[in-house]
């Protein structure tokens, strides 16, 4: 069977696949937000924090940049939390009984 030279067509999925992960969910809550002239933080009331003082209308870069925060927040505290659950799992695994 001949073996295909694809390692460069994998780099350049496994980024693309990479940047949609990151950047698709929160252009597309940013996006709905303008087109219904939405102000995200007045809907959802994260915390009480409404950094506009505003009830509509924010531009669509200031939206993105702070769901894009937050949205990399949520994926480094979901990251950890499984490093942490792999290291108890290896722990308890490897400990002798």
Known sequence: MKEYKN????MYLLIATLGFY???PPMVVALFCQWFNLNPF???RFWHINPFSAERG???YQTFIYIFILW??????LGA?????SRLHKWFIKRPR
């Open 72 to 77: 990399g927040a949520a994926n480094i505290l």
């Open 22 to 24: 990151f950047f698709l």
């Open 7 to 10: 390692e460069r067509f994998t």
């Open 42 to 44: 007045n809907v959802i």
């Open 81 to 85: 939390i499984l490093l942490v659950v």
């Open 58 to 60: 924010i531009p669509l």
